[in-house]
C-alpha cells in the first residue's frame, strides 16, 4: 500500500518552487568560487593569508610592521566604464580599474592599502565571466601589494537585465601617524606640483565617453582613431594606474607635502584636496604632451576646453606636493621608478 504522505510529497515537488528557478543558481555561485580561489590565495602578503571562505577578513597590523598606525578605509567604482566592458564582452582588466580606484585614493593620504573587498551584483551569474572579473581584481591586488580578502556576490534576478553586473569595492589601509598626508600645514606658496602620466581616462568621464562613440556611429569592434592597431574597446578600456609600489618609498620619504588621485573633477577639483585652505593649485596644461586620446575626444564630441579639464585627467593620474628644492630629487626617484612625470604647476596664494 502506498505512503499518502509520500505521495503528497512528490506531488509538493512537482509544483513548487526552487531558489534556481527563481532566478538564483547556488551551484554556480560554488563554481565561482572554485574558479577564483587560486587567484585569491597568490594575493597573501604579511598580515592577511589572502584565503576566501570566512565571514569576514582579518588583518594584523603588527605583522605587517606598523607601530603607530592609523586605519584608512575608501570605497569606490568603477562608473559606465562597466557598460564597455559588458558590451564588449572584455572583463579581464576591468577588475584592476576596481582595484585602482581605491588604493589610489588611500596612497594619496600617505597610506599602504593592506586588504580589499569586492562586490560582484549581477541578474544571472556566469561564473566564467565573473572569474573573469575578479581574476582583474586579484591582479590589481597584487599590483597593490594588498591581500583580497573576501567579497560578495549577488545575484538578484530583476533588478539586473541578463548580462549586465556592477561592481564596488572597498579597501583598508594604514600610514603611521606621523607619515599621514597631507602635511597642509608644510605647504607654502611656491611649492611645485608634480604629475605622473595616466594611462588615459582611467574609470572617469565614461558616460561622456560613450556618448562620443555613439556619436561617430562607430561600433566597439572599429579601429581605434587615436590608438593605432587597438580596437575602440580595447583602447578606453586600458586599466587605470595602479601607483603604489612607486610611489609609496617617495611618500614615505618626507620629500612630499601633499598628494592628489586624479579623479572625477580632473586636476581643477582634485589637486587642491592636497592644499590648505588658503592656497590654490596654478595648473600649466601645456606642461605635459597630452594623450591622444583626450584631443580625439575633445574634436569628436565638440567638448569644450574647460569641460574636458574638469571631466578627465587629461594624461595626469596622480599628482605629488613637494618644496622646489625637493623636486629635483622627487623627479629622479620616479624616473629611476619607471614613472614618466613633469612640474606641471605652482601652488599659489
Known amino acids: 500500500?502506498?505512503?499518502?504522505?509520500?505521495?503528497?510529497?512528490?506531488?509538493?515537488?512537482?509544483?513548487?518552487?526552487?531558489?534556481?528557478?527563481?532566478?538564483?543558481?547556488?551551484?554556480?555561485?560554488?563554481?565561482?568560487?572554485?574558479?577564483?580561489?587560486?587567484?585569491?590565495?597568490?594575493?597573501?602578503?604579511?598580515?592577511?593569508?589572502?584565503?576566501?571562505?570566512?565571514?569576514?577578513?582579518?588583518?594584523?597590523?603588527?605583522?605587517?610592521?606598523?607601530?603607530?598606525?592609523?586605519?584608512?578605509?575608501?570605497?569606490?567604482?568603477?562608473?559606465?566604464?562597466?557598460?564597455?566592458?559588458?558590451d564588449a564582452g572584455r572583463h579581464d582588466g576591468i577588475g584592476v580599474d576596481l582595484v585602482a580606484m581605491v588604493v589610489n585614493d588611500i596612497l594619496a593620504q600617505g597610506g599602504e592599502p593592506l586588504m580589499f573587498l569586492?562586490?560582484?551584483?549581477?541578474?544571472?551569474?556566469?561564473?566564467?565571466?565573473?572569474?573573469?572579473?575578479?581574476k582583474g581584481i586579484a591582479r590589481g591586488c597584487l599590483e597593490a601589494g594588498c591581500a583580497l580578502g573576501g567579497g560578495e556576490?549577488?545575484?538578484?534576478?530583476?533588478?539586473?537585465?541578463?548580462?549586465?553586473?556592477?561592481?564596488?569595492?572597498?579597501?583598508?589601509?594604514?600610514?603611521?601617524?606621523?607619515?599621514?598626508?597631507?602635511?597642509?600645514?608644510?605647504?607654502?606658496?611656491?611649492?611645485?606640483?608634480?604629475?605622473?602620466?595616466?594611462?588615459?581616462?582611467?574609470?572617469n568621464g565614461y558616460s561622456l565617453i560613450r556618448k562620443i562613440v555613439a556619436r561617430t556611429g562607430a561600433p566597439w569592434e572599429a579601429p581605434a582613431p587615436f590608438a593605432p592597431g587597438r580596437t575602440l574597446a580595447e583602447?578606453?578600456?586600458?586599466?587605470?594606474?595602479?601607483?603604489?609600489?612607486t610611489l609609496l618609498p617617495i611618500l614615505r620619504s618626507g620629500l612630499v607635502h601633499g598628494g592628489a588621485h586624479i579623479t572625477g573633477g580632473g586636476l581643477i577639483e582634485?589637486?587642491?584636496?592636497?592644499?590648505?585652505?588658503?592656497?590654490?593649485?596654478?595648473?600649466?596644461?601645456?606642461?605635459?604632451?597630452?594623450?591622444?586620446?583626450?584631443?580625439?575626444?575633445?574634436?569628436?564630441g565638440g567638448v569644450p576646453e574647460q569641460d574636458l579639464r574638469r571631466t578627465f585627467n587629461c594624461g595626469i593620474g596622480f599628482v605629488l606636493v613637494c618644496q622646489d628644492a625637493m623636486a629635483g630629487d622627487v623627479l629622479a626617484r620616479l624616473a629611476a621608478a619607471g614613472e614618466t612625470a613633469w612640474i606641471i604647476g605652482a601652488v599659489r596664494a
Not at 608644510?186 to 606640483?193: K, M, N, S, Y
Open 270 to 300: 582634485n589637486a587642491p584636496r592636497a592644499l590648505p585652505d588658503h592656497l590654490s593649485a596654478a595648473i600649466d596644461y601645456d606642461a605635459w604632451p597630452r594623450p591622444p586620446v583626450f584631443s580625439w575626444l575633445k574634436e569628436a
Open 1 to 86: 500500500m502506498n505512503d499518502p504522505n509520500q505521495d503528497m510529497s512528490t506531488q509538493e515537488d512537482r509544483d513548487g518552487l526552487t531558489y534556481k528557478a527563481a532566478g538564483v543558481d547556488i551551484d554556480e555561485g560554488e563554481r565561482l568560487v572554485a574558479l577564483i580561489a587560486p587567484a585569491a590565495k597568490a594575493t597573501a602578503r604579511p598580515g592577511a593569508d589572502g584565503a576566501l571562505g570566512g565571514f569576514a577578513g582579518a588583518f594584523d597590523l603588527r605583522a605587517a610592521g606598523f607601530r603607530d598606525p592609523i586605519l584608512l578605509l575608501s570605497t569606490d567604482g568603477v562608473g559606465t566604464k562597466l557598460k564597455i566592458a559588458i
Open 153 to 203: 556576490t549577488a545575484e538578484m534576478p530583476g533588478l539586473y537585465r541578463v548580462g549586465d553586473y556592477d561592481l564596488a569595492g572597498f579597501a583598508l589601509g594604514a600610514a603611521e601617524r606621523e607619515a599621514l598626508l597631507p602635511k597642509r600645514d608644510a605647504v607654502r606658496a611656491g611649492d611645485v606640483l608634480i604629475g605622473i602620466a595616466s594611462s588615459g581616462p582611467h574609470s
Open 235 to 245: 583602447a578606453l578600456l586600458v586599466p587605470t594606474r595602479i601607483y603604489v609600489k
Open 118 to 134: 569586492d562586490y560582484y551584483a549581477c541578474g544571472k551569474l556566469n561564473a566564467e565571466a565573473a572569474a573573469a572579473v575578479i
